[in-house]
């Protein structure tokens, strides 16, 4: 104890010089918290913005459903694996999908119906508020349709039109049915805009005499579950069944946030060079402005490891110092980038990269590693930048320092 | 994507068939042919002035069976009109193609819909018809080249058969197509169809020869897709009447939802 009351008076033997240090490493702390947190946050918003949509994290299919969407390759027993899912508390919602003819007046184009369960898209996803014009369906079947934007445009469809639908059903006959258009999609992506028709699940199995056929099962904890986590829960849940991360079912969203990863970690490590470079240039130039003092010490008898052992601690509470005021201004700028965000509409609308749609407002993402990261490598740059000139000091002959300082 | 055109394939392939296959010139007996001949019969065989007859399609796919019972109009090689007679559900469903244009009436929600160009023209996958049997203007001997591959007996059969190669800037889907006639009265007897890389796509076999007025033609024709070698289409021709005067009205949008 008597230690750090030493190093506690030390520091403020000389007040400016520990209050420049002292603000330089805390606002240096707080810069790389707050730009950590901005860099997590997009590439968190990019993955959530695409997850959350429709594709969920992890989805549940037939072997080899998706090579070529067949109407027969259903699961068997799709109400067993959606019961389990809630008594594990995992959000899912089931879906099935066919091919088919829709016609809007003299227009028609190819379709691939969904068939939804309204309710679990309004609670489990972001589907239902992805409107660009009107409502999704109602959680009643009620012969109403939503379709993806651009189909909607190549058919001339709007709220309330009048859609007919031709099918071939699963027992070879022809469906065929009218629906009215309740909703038209936001942008979502290329095909999901050219080929989207959603249904109620109830009104799909109607048209396809499917007899409530489902082929898919999304799961969407929205980052509650781990990803391997869920995947893991999945396969016990439904055995037989092909599990998909949203990692393999979105290839060129997991390429880019690894080449964000990546990114993240080049520029983070420019970042902590500079920071580290500012704060060592101030611990050593008050290490060096005390190189007489040491030199004193040493001629009164203090040990070489004592002269070292004291500017540690000195660095290291004069560190802890200054990460409680970093973490303290960082966290409160993070918080508020987390909340309210950087708005760069001006810069730009609604876009998307790779069929993913993003908000023109940069949110960040408050992390343990966004906090933590930066503030262990400034106390750590603290506790070396200090260290150099103590042993500079504490192995010179202390007439030699005195005299030369 | 399969299913994805199967409906307007089942409809479009019945149109298609009309049109390929009513009228049928009577062939004379005796007499060689030149290949340019043989295919010219094989052509003009299913073609005519004016046709009315009804048929039986039965399809078999992996995942289920159906059999149609439908009645056809066709006029040259524009204009038909095809209706559904059975089963129930689908009683009174009909396709008009004109030219290039089709229309389905779909008696269930009372529509008409006009079939995307885009699904005209892609190939039918899934069904074992492809557009070609469809939209079938050409002829054999115009955008092919051809020549006698084969001649005198085989299974029985004194044959010829013919094997022809798509001319260089002919609009055609096939690689090559193999024609092979009965020797004595030149009825056709198969066709199978290879495609660009010459594999075997598909085989379609004529088969019961039978008489309609003063015609004979083979009344069934099956159409077997290489890849799925357990499904296949199958048309039975049960009346035909042929060059008979059909009202111009016959062909018409009005006449599609009756």
């Not at chain 2, 290039?100 to 929600?109: A, E, H, R, T």
Request: with cysteine; aromatic share 8%.
């Amino acid at each position: 104890m008597i230690i750090l009351r030493i190093a506690w008076r030390s520091l403020w033997r000389n007040p400016r010089r520990t209050l420049i240090t002292v603000a330089a490493i805390s606002l240096n702390a707080a810069i790389l918290i707050v730009s950590y947190s901005l860099m997590e946050g997009f590439k968190e918003h990019a993955v959530s913005n695409a997850t959350n949509l429709v594709v969920g994290e992890v989805q549940i299919h037939v072997p080899k459903y998706l090579v070529d969407r067949s109407l027969y390759k259903s699961m068997k027993d799709p109400k067993a694996i959606l019961s389990t899912l809630d008594r594990h508390d995992v959000p899912a919602a089931s879906r099935s999908y066919g091919y088919g003819l829709v016609a809007c007046e003299n227009k028609s184009a190819g379709a691939l119906f969904w068939g939804v369960d309204p309710t679990a898209e309004r609670n489990v996803f972001d589907l239902a508020k992805h409107m660009g014009e009107g409502t999704f369906i109602p959680n009643t079947p009620a012969k109403g349709i939503v379709l993806g934007k651009k189909l909607a445009r190549s058919l001339n469809a709007r709220i309330g039109s009048e859609i007919v639908v031709v099918v071939q059903a699963a027992d070879g006959s022809l469906g065929n049915e009218l629906y009215s258009v309740t909703g038209i999609l936001k942008a979502a992506g290329e095909s999901m805009d050219r080929t989207a028709a959603i249904l109620h699940q109830a009104d799909f199995s109607e048209l396809f005499v499917s007899g409530g056929r489902v082929h898919e099962i999304a799961l969407n904890s929205k980052g509650k579950l781990a990803l391997d986590e869920l995947a893991t829960l999945a396969s016990q849940v439904a055995p037989q069944a092909e599990v998909k991360t949203w990692r393999q079912l979105m290839p060129s969203l997991s390429d880019m946030v690894n080449m964000f990863d990546a990114g993240i970690w080049i520029f983070g490590i420019i970042f902590f060079l500079a920071a580290a470079l500012g704060v060592m240039n101030t611990m050593l130039m008050a290490t060096f402005e005390r190189m007489r003092e040491f030199g004193v010490l040493k001629a009164l008898g203090a040990t070489p490891w004592r002269i070292l052992r004291d500017v540690a601690v000195e660095a290291l509470v004069l560190g802890f110092v200054s990460a409680i005021i970093g973490t303290m201004l960082g966290l409160g700028v993070s918080y508020y980038l987390m909340k309210t965000g950087l708005d760069l509409s001006m810069f730009a609308g609604d876009y998307s990269i790779g069929g993913v749609a993003f908000d023109p407002v940069w949110r960040a993402t408050i992390r343990l590693k966004t906090v933590v990261t930066p503030v262990v490598v400034m106390w750590m740059v603290c506790l070396i930048a200090s260290i150099y000139p103590a042993t500079l000091a504490a192995r010179l002959n202390p007439v030699k320092t005195m005299v030369r300082v | 994507m399969d299913l994805r055109k199967t409906i307007i394939a089942t409809l479009c392939v019945i149109a298609g068939l009309v049109l390929v296959f009513p009228s049928a010139q009577p062939v004379r007996c005796g007499g060689k042919l030149s290949p340019k001949e043989i295919l010219d019969r094989v052509d003009d065989l299913f073609r005519g002035i004016s046709s009315h007859g009804r048929m039986t399609m039965k399809i078999t796919t992996a995942h289920w069976k159906r059999s149609l019972t439908l009645e056809f109009w066709s006029e040259g090689k524009e204009k038909s009109l095809i209706r559904i007679l059975a089963p129930k559900k689908e009683k009174g469903t009909a396709t008009l193609r004109v030219g290039n244009d089709m229309w389905n009436y779909l008696p269930k929600v009372k529509r008409i819909i006009k079939l995307p160009s885009s699904m005209m023209s892609a190939s039918w996958m899934g069904s074992h018809f492809t557009n070609d049997d469809l939209v079938k203007e050409s002829r054999m001997a115009e955008d092919y080249t051809f020549e006698v591959t084969f001649e005198g007996e085989r299974e029985g059969h004194k044959i010829v058969e013919v094997t022809c190669h798509p001319k260089p800037d002919a609009a055609v889907v096939w690689g090559k197509v193999v024609v092979t006639v009965r020797r004595v009265d030149y009825l056709p007897l198969n066709c199978i169809y290879y495609d660009e890389d010459l594999y075997r796509a598909r085989t379609m076999i004529f088969s019961k020869i039978g008489r309609f007025g003063e015609r004979r033609l083979p009344t069934v024709m099956t159409v077997v897709p290489e890849d799925k070698p357990n499904e296949k289409t199958e048309v039975v021709y049960e009346e035909m009447t042929f060059d008979l005067d059909l009202p111009p009205q016959t062909f018409s949008l009005r006449s599609l939802q009756r």
